[in-house]
């Protein structure tokens, strides 16, 4: 029986469901799944992969710290370790995708002569520890039948997991898109319409494209296929191991792939011409000052292009950066990965929020509902201005929502309509933005947050760190 | 192309490049996991090869390796 508390994020799964009680995240494992469950959790491979942050850390849960909608379950409870927040397979860049795949199948490797499988592979199984991967869903490993050979799995990693960022490589098409629904994913028959005959010409899409979309319609309407077993478990490991590797293979092609593009934002940085050196050095000395005086535990830089002020503040917290360039995200994370900085980079417009996704809106929360009084800092550097003007954002609307993200502070940067890259987003259509006007932005911004410090740089553009106003 | 296996492989080739829209259901990871059995059938010839080669070497090993086995140290347990 499924409690009536089980939580609309995991609903599908018929061995186990997870609910937050108390601040608390806690796995109820039913009874007919609980002894696999448990010798799982006390596998060798499974325990070294916890203790090395690879998997979420997990415990039994004693029967006294049970939650009260559990109390007559036919099951038991663990409690798992909490990610500091949770992303969307959409929210990620190319590169962490791959990262999340590249971890699923090396688990799939490890667990495969200990007797196990990964009953599915989709990316809403990982989150990111700031830039780590981590295999979070647990009852997805389950024993594996001696003999058998096929990886049931292995259609949904290909369309969750592969395809898209085959989309991405060959056709640019953002992991957004193609994630939109993380359990099904980018089917082989859309990716082969997409790709038209190129699918053909690339011999490395005959195997992952080309071949799966047209067996598919050739096969349509003649009944499942046969179920397939080896002579022998060893040589069933042998098949799947090498299935396995092949699909490594298909994986590390894409990825580096992805090292070598570029875009236009992720250049920004380094060939910004608006700033001169001396306001720079004005601009980062005040956010580095107002981010050693605020202490913020957890930040987020709401278009944080390559993440230089993510940077400053990570030296004293967890940090989340948006930003809506995939390119610029992928360089963050690449960054905070080598530098082992504790960043996590996503993919995101704030003029246009992640929105809830899946089964009744529920299976997966809003970007707004996940951010809700999560951070002690909000960084909106010359982000105001590009979200008034391209996404048509009043600037209360944007300080409203911002202030019920925040628990403490904004460091928000004042873009005046007289600034060249203003005028390039605003075409001449300045006068329409009257609340971008310097005294009616101030006084904007003091219905929800009390002015701390301001510094107005060289070039006209205002720096102010405020405090929000409690309700 | 005069053997008939060479027409054959054509038409083949011909009737998997050209995709026709399906008018029936079509079942999502079908083409995907009859490539997989096709993999695991070549995977599975491997294996024996692999065992056939192994078991192979290891008669031509046992047959020139007496001197050596009688200067190796005994495993621990060995009952010589």
Redesign the interface.
Known sequence: MIPAAASPRSFRDPDATLIEYEGRLVRAVRSHALDAFRRMLEDPVVRRWMDEGRIVRTRPLPRVETPPQFADFEGECFEHERIPFVSQPAEWAPEMLAAAGSLTLSLSRALLPRGWQLKDATPANVLFRNSEPVFVDLPSIIPREPGS???IA??QF??TILLPLIASVEVGLPVAWTLSNPVAGL???SL?GILGARR?LKPALW?SVA????????????G??PA?K??SD??AQ??LD??LK?LETQLSRCAGKLEARSSHWHRYTATRSHYGSADLQAKRTFIADAIAGTRPRRTLDIGANTGEYSEIAASQGDVVAIDIDERSVAAIWARARNGQLPILPLVGNFGRPTPALGWRNRELESLLGRAAAGFDLVLMLAVVHHLRVTEGIPVAEQFDAVAGITRRHLLVEYVPVTDPMFAAIARGREPLYGDCLRPEFETTLLQRFQIERKHELPNGRVLYLARRRLA | MKHPLEKLACALAVSIAAVAPAGAYIDPGTGSRLLQMMGAVVAGGIFYFREFRLKLMSFFTRREAPAAEDASEPPPGDPR
Do not use: N
């Open positions: 050979c096929l990886w292995r259609h290909e369309t089917s082989h028959e082969a053909w195997r071949l799966p979309a047209a067996l598919a319609a050739k096969a349509a309407g003649g499942a296929p397939m080896a002579a060893e040589q042998f098949i090498r299935s092949g």
